[in-house]
């Protein structure tokens, strides 16, 4: 089983990451800064980040069509539903 969030003592990911593969210093930043938040929070990091990997390397074998226009649908239906707004720089 693979360890999560808070099993394993600060900055340990370091030790890891030196019998693995290298990191970039933007990365390894990253990962300094996101183990100041709570564990739950870097649970839900640690997620999102292996789904963007899985699609980045889906998307590299020719992707997912499929997935791809059941997202694009997905985004249409919210925009018709009004799900969606638009974005404004003085709103973040």
């Not at 990365?27 to 564990?39: H, I, N, T, V």
């Not at 999102?48 to 997202?71: M, P, Q, T, V, Y």
């Not at 009004?82 to 003085?90: F, K, N, Y």
Request: no cysteine; net charge negative; charged share 40%.
């Amino acid at each position: 089983m693979a360890p999560t969030a808070g099993s394993l003592p600060r900055g340990s990911w370091a030790i890891a990451r030196a019998y693995n593969r290298s990191v970039t210093k933007p990365l390894e930043k990253a990962f300094e800064a996101a183990s100041d938040l709570p564990a739950t929070e870097q649970d839900e990091l640690a997620a999102r980040i292996f789904d963007e990997i899985a699609w980045e390397r889906s998307a590299e074998r020719g992707g997912d069509r499929e997935k791809l226009r059941r997202l694009v649908d997905q985004a249409r239906e919210d925009i018709r539903a009004g799900r969606v707004r638009e974005l404004r720089p003085d709103d973040l």
